[in-house]
């Protein structure tokens, strides 16, 4: 199974905002707007942050936001701070009706 | 609040088998579709296998096709996972997920780790 693209890390000060991109395809990210991302601390499950491209579960702080264009979803994380520095993955449901992740991206707050 | 207890996890030899057990309580299980998902240690996260509400089977990896079984029993609220000729890149982390639609999982279990090693 194919995986969608993430940068490897990512990195800010405290206060400003940092993009995470996930790259994928037709099939996947550009076919609809299933797309979630999750957010994973060292130990522990990973924890939905946007799902449905844009939409956040009651709960998440609405300094975490998504967007799509194409065959590439974003998650920004706007007034960085240090409980943020985390694992982040984004999934998208496929038209084979199953579902990918991402290569995951570790966000480190300077 | 939705809850998933994953139990079964354990150390198993090349060509083992174990079944993972995940029990949801929190929400109306028979309503959703839930999801396996695992994580190799120091790697991402990789998509197991799917179940619909109703016990229809919705995806396997090609990696576990043909060796690892889902299923659920919906009057006991818990999902299984039945694997078969365990491989050394079997081992993971293995959660459990309750999907939003047909595969997006939207809320996971604290996992069960699985080792293979002889």
């Known amino acids: 199974q194919s995986v969608l693209t993430q940068p490897a890390s990512v990195s800010g000060s405290p206060g400003q905002s940092i993009t995470i991109s996930c790259s994928g395809t037709?099939?996947?990210?550009?076919?609809?707007?299933?797309v979630s991302w999750y957010q994973q601390h060292p130990g522990k499950a990973p924890k939905v942050m946007i799902y449905?491209?844009?939409s956040r579960p009651s709960g998440v702080s609405d300094r975490f936001s998504g967007s799509k264009s194409g065959n590439t979803a974003s998650l920004t994380i706007s007034g960085l701070q240090a409980e943020d520095e985390a694992d982040y993955y984004c999934?998208?449901?496929?038209?084979?009706?199953?579902?990918?992740f991402g290569t995951g991206t570790k966000v480190t707050v300077l | 609040e939705a809850q998933l207890l994953e139990s079964g996890g354990n150390l198993v030899q090349p060509g083992g088998s174990l079944r993972l057990s995940c029990a949801a309580s929190?929400?109306?299980?028979?309503?959703?579709?839930m999801s396996w998902v695992r994580q190799a240690p120091g790697k991402g996260l990789e998509y197991v296998s799917a179940?619909?509400?109703?016990?229809?089977?919705?995806y396997y990896a090609d990696s576990v096709k043909g060796r690892f079984t889902i299923s659920r029993d919906n009057s006991k609220n818990t999902v299984y996972l039945q694997m078969n000729s365990l491989r050394v890149e079997d081992m993971a982390v293995y959660y459990c997920?309750?999907?939003?639609?047909?595969?997006?999982?939207?809320?996971w279990g604290q996992g069960t780790l699985v080792t293979v090693s002889s």
């Open positions: 997920a309750k999907n939003r639609g047909p595969t997006s999982p939207d809320y």
């Open positions: 929190g929400f109306t299980f028979s309503n959703h579709a």
């Open positions: 179940i619909g509400a109703s016990g229809d089977i919705i």
């Open positions: 037709s099939g996947d990210v550009g076919a609809h707007n299933y």
């Open positions: 449905d491209v844009s």
């Open positions: 999934s998208s449901h496929t038209t084979r009706n199953s579902e990918v």
